[in-house]
């Protein structure tokens, strides 16, 4: 998951704690992952970033 978002470890678990991102499945094992299309609903709802919001 983190190498699909591009993010960081910290990110996605602030993003678990604090942004309600979907939760981890597990797959057996140790293994945990995400559901796509769950993780995709949840992108749909975040606000997209634009040129401006760079500038300072």
Sequence with gaps: MLQVL???????RRWMREEDFPPARRLGG???GWM???VQAWLDTRPMATPED???
């Design 6 to 12: 591009e993010i960081s470890e910290t990110t996605l």
């Design 30 to 32: 140790r293994a945990i």
């Design 36 to 38: 796509a299309p769950e």
């Design 54 to 56: 760079g500038d300072d």
